[in-house]
Nanobody, 126 residues
Framework: VQLQASGGGLVQAGDSLKLTCVVSGRTPFSKDVMVGWFRRTALSQREFVAAIRENDASTYYANSVKGRFTISRDNAKNAVYLQMNSLKPDDTAVYYC??????????????????WGQGTQVTVSS
């Protein structure tokens, strides 16, 4: 399983960005797949941002992004998107997408996820 994240960039506060995560490959053990977005700054550990469950498209968000970010997926394209609106300087981070092949109930924990993409930098200037 490989994940490729893209769409980061340098924007001003209040602007929008849309991140894309393309997922390729699948293991025979995949069951109840969850794809999540995490972010990490230079001073922080990986922080949960949002996640979407494959079987019923349930979505989950961190409180810090709720109402501003939207996660969605396009199964035909094997892609998961993160639409980020009303960006703030605090949103500056490297954003990673990750896949959990057998969702165990902890969508917010990076330990839950089995595969990770390479990250894409998002910088929001004030």
């Amino acid at each position: 399983v490989q994940l490729q994240a893209s769409g980061g960039g340098l924007v001003q506060a209040g602007d929008s960005l849309k991140l894309t995560c393309v997922v390729s490959g699948r293991t025979p053990f995949s069951k109840d797949v969850m794809v999540g977005w995490f972010r990490r700054t230079a001073l922080s550990q990986r922080e949960f941002v949002a996640a979407i469950r494959e079987n019923d498209a349930s979505t989950y968000y961190a409180n810090s992004v709720k109402g501003r970010f939207t996660i969605s997926r396009d199964n035909a394209k094997n892609a998961v998107y993160l639409q980020m609106n009303s960006l703030k300087p605090d949103d500056t981070a490297v954003y990673y997408c990750a896949q959990d092949d057998r969702y165990g109930g902890f969508y917010y924990s990076h330990y839950e996820y089995d595969y990770w993409g390479q990250g894409t930098q998002v910088t929001v200037s004030s």
